[in-house]
């Protein structure tokens, strides 16, 4: 019973220590942490230490006295087991089950079994050693067998994180599994060859002068070196007969062979999409910031051109087999699949890590559906969506649509503009479409910018070939030296601000200007912004 | 402003889309559809009629050649839209003829058939896409400029040929201040009849039928354009 007290009371000292928390989680976090710079000196390490063990193995081969060795050995063996030691108590928190048996115990006024406790955690911390990696680096340890520390080229896969790419490999299983039938068989027909072809050899060649056939195993090795087509010839025939039969077993073997080959690449042909799709959620997975175009019709190949042309980075998602090979024939990352399918959103990281959903397909009914799928799964995520119908717009903003774009109604507004004033609408349209080399940019008055508190006047845009049109502010106050302005968006457009206007931070200088002065302009900004 | 007479042809979303837009705007519409099309009525903003858009004399008695000008194809199969504007062009070299693209190879076709310009509405919507993706804040503005009924406006100015400013620079007449409007640029005539943005730093001498695009309110508007007309 006294144990049992013990026990129960160093685990709630455990729980209650600070200090003991704080280790625990720093080692956790240098040991398997995902963003943990600490973590790239220690994996770092380890990565020299085991290629200097391996290569230590590779030296002992011939030259066995080396004293140096023994040491290295010694040292890279005890840093192996305190990284082991180390993993298996991060693993879990031990003391958290024995408190959950005590309290259990407790709360059904049995006595605490200090056995079943301590079973509890040892499975616990079992089930962490029968993981593959566990068992791998328990081997890469065991000093006994020499031959066995090659393991540790295992240890790199785990340092260099190349089971990350551990999928594909499954992905490989899977396709080997798939294909269980035909190579049941293959295996079968194969080890009924093998089997006939290695017990006449041995009958007609092991008995005579000067053959090299003396045991059924090299009767087994010289079937196998034929029939896959290696053919060593450091054992040949020397009757008629094993003549004969290394002819048949020859073209049985490519027989073999290329069915074996056409088995796999079939199946791998097979699980192409598949695999590609794989890789695709892998690439994504260490993006941010992302767009997801949602339908590669004309509208989204329109925007994928353009997002690609300024390097932003997007993923196409159609369900048309045919869509997504033109786009990933334009070289653009695309994926088939139903856009308003609840998993393949959360796949493609809608949930956390894209910043934009852009619904875009002929069909106002499934963009209306994308929408609200997407705002079911993330409350903040921008999304645009198309609406051919007038009428779909405010339902589409209920479901929770940022913007909207109409493409009949703006081509109607076009056309009526077009039709009113065609030179003036033909140079803002080329401003606003950026086929001219005039454009219409915002510049945004940030804290501590050099910007903050000056005047239009002190500016002195114009020798840079610029002009403002207005100056966009966050409040609807009117301010001095205003010219005229308007209430616009819940903010307010100072249309021509006057030479004495002071810029405030929050406020958006609307300029006109050439491609060059504007990007010009924006340096010197930020220039005497850090002066 | 002289008194637009229109023909849509196509009774699809898109043409009843620019008959509504065109109506709004005082544009006398006749919304015509193909000897095939559905059936449409008269409505409030435009009249309906069918026409037969290979027969030289339906078109003719829809106006063309005589009181339209501006000719709409916006049917949504490419090869009526590039044989209407064919025809059309042959009947009456001055009509302006807009069309419809709705993939990407129809617009030089439309082109060369005699369209002075071409909507493609997927293109525009996706160009406007990627405005709303990058630059939200001036994208907003000049939609709400151009399109919106705020009381800033886009306005071109011609100026008359009896202008009493004729000769004069532009950069002494000191149109902005003065009117308090923001100049865009000028159609020079003097320069070959291009358009010449503001920014552009070139001084330029107004001549009769210039062409001032400017942004400002609509009164200011009205003001200048009676300036220029030598009432001001």
């Avoid at chain 1, 709630?12 to 963003?35: C, E, H, P």
């Avoid at chain 1, 990284?83 to 605490?112: G, K, S, T």
């Avoid at chain 2, 559905?38 to 037969?52: A, F, G, M, P």
């Amino acid at each position: 019973m006294a144990e049992a007290n013990a026990l129960v009371r160093l685990a709630y000292r455990l729980q209650g220590s600070d200090r003991y928390q704080r280790v625990k989680s720093l080692v956790r976090a240098v040991l398997t942490g995902q963003n943990n710079p600490l973590r790239l000196y220690v994996d770092g390490f380890m990565v020299v230490l085991v290629l200097a063990s391996i290569f230590g193995l590779i030296y002992e081969v011939r030259h066995p006295e080396m004293q140096f060795d023994d040491y290295l050995e010694t040292f890279a063996v005890s840093v192996f087991a305190l990284d082991y030691l180390l993993r298996l108590w991060v693993y879990n928190d031990a003391h958290h089950i024995i408190i959950d048996h005590f309290e259990q115990a407790e709360f059904v006024d049995r006595p605490f079994d200090t056995w079943r406790a301590l079973h509890a955690v040892f499975r616990s911390k079992w089930a962490y050693m029968t993981t593959f990696m566990a068992v791998v680096d328990l081997l890469a340890i065991v000093p006994t067998y020499r031959p066995l520390r090659l393991l540790r080229i295992f240890l790199l896969f785990r340092l260099l994180k190349l089971f990350r790419y551990s999928r594909s490999i499954s992905e490989f299983v899977t396709v080997l599994a798939e294909k269980r039938f035909e190579l049941t068989t293959l295996l079968g027909f194969l080890g009924f060859v093998l089997f006939s072809a290695s017990t006449a050899i041995y009958l007609f060649e092991s008995h005579i002068e000067g053959g090299q056939i003396e045991t059924p195993l090299d009767a087994l090795y010289w079937a196998v070196v034929t029939l896959s087509t290696v053919g060593y010839g450091d054992i040949t025939p020397h009757t008629p007969e094993g003549r004969v039969i290394t002819l048949v077993l020859i073209i049985t073997g490519l027989g073999v062979l290329s069915f074996f080959t056409s088995i796999i690449v079939s199946a791998f042909t097979e699980r192409m999409p598949h695999v590609k799709a794989k890789r695709l959620h892998a690439t994504l997975e260490r993006r941010r910031n992302y767009t997801v175009l949602c339908g590669f019709g004309r509208v989204g190949e329109t925007v994928a051109s353009l997002l690609a042309e300024d390097g932003e980075p997007f993923v196409v998602v159609d369900p048309d087999p045919e869509m997504i090979d033109r786009a990933q024939r334009l070289g653009y990352m695309a994926l088939i699949g139903d856009a308003s399918d609840q998993q393949l959103l959360s796949d493609i990281g809608v949930a956390t890590r894209a910043s934009r959903v852009l619904c875009l397909t002929g069909s106002d009914i499934t963009n209306l559906y994308t929408t609200l799928s997407v705002r079911y799964i993330n409350k903040d995520i921008e999304i645009i969506a198309r609406c051919d119908k007038a009428e779909t717009e405010p339902k589409l903003r209920y479901a929770g649509a940022t913007h909207t774009v109409l493409p009949f109604r703006i081509a109607g507004l076009i056309a009526a503009e077009y039709l009113e004033q065609p030179v003036a609408f033909e140079a803002i349209y080329g401003v606003m479409t950026g086929h001219s080399s005039v454009m219409v940019d915002t510049v945004a008055v940030q804290p501590g910018s050099w910007l903050e508190g000056r005047s239009i006047d002190e500016i002195n845009i114009s020798r840079q070939q610029l002009r403002v049109l207005g100056v966009i502010s966050a409040s609807q106050e009117q301010r001095e030296h205003e010219g005229s302005s308007y209430n616009y968006c819940e903010r307010r457009f100072h249309f021509r601000p006057r030479k004495f206007f002071h810029l405030h931070v929050g406020d958006m200088l609307v300029l006109i200007g050439h491609q060059l002065s504007l990007t010009h302009f924006r340096e010197t900004v930020l220039l005497r912004g850090k002066i | 402003m002289k008194h637009d007479c229109a023909l849509v042809f196509g009774c699809n979303r898109m043409g009843r889309e620019v008959a509504t837009q065109l109506a709004a705007r005082g544009v006398q519409i006749t919304l015509c559809d193909d000897i095939e099309g559905t059936v449409d009525h008269d409505s409030r903003h435009w009249r309906y009629r069918r026409v037969d858009i290979t027969s030289d004399e339906e078109l003719r008695d829809a106006g063309i050649g005589r009181e339209v000008t501006h000719l709409f194809a916006l049917f949504d199969n490419e090869a009526h839209n590039v044989f209407l504007v064919l025809s059309a062009r042959a009947m009456a070299p001055d009509l302006q003829i807009i069309g419809l693209s709705l993939s990407a190879d129809s617009e030089n076709k439309l082109l060369t058939a005699g369209a002075n310009s071409v909507i493609d509405p997927y293109a525009i919507s996706g160009r406007k896409i990627f405005r709303v993706i990058r630059r939200p804040d001036a994208s907003q503005l000049l939609d709400h400029v151009i399109f919106g009924d705020a009381n800033l406006n886009l306005a071109e100015l011609h100026v008359p040929p009896d202008t009493p400013l004729e000769g004069r620079k532009l950069a002494d007449l000191d149109i902005e201040e003065r009117f308090n409007v923001m100049l865009l640029g000028i159609v020079d005539r003097g320069r070959g009849g291009e358009f010449f943005f503001a920014t552009s730093g070139v001084d330029h001498r107004v001549d009769r039928n210039d062409v001032l695009v400017v942004i400002g309110a609509s009164e200011a508007i009205e003001v200048l354009r009676d300036y220029l007309a030598g009432g001001g």
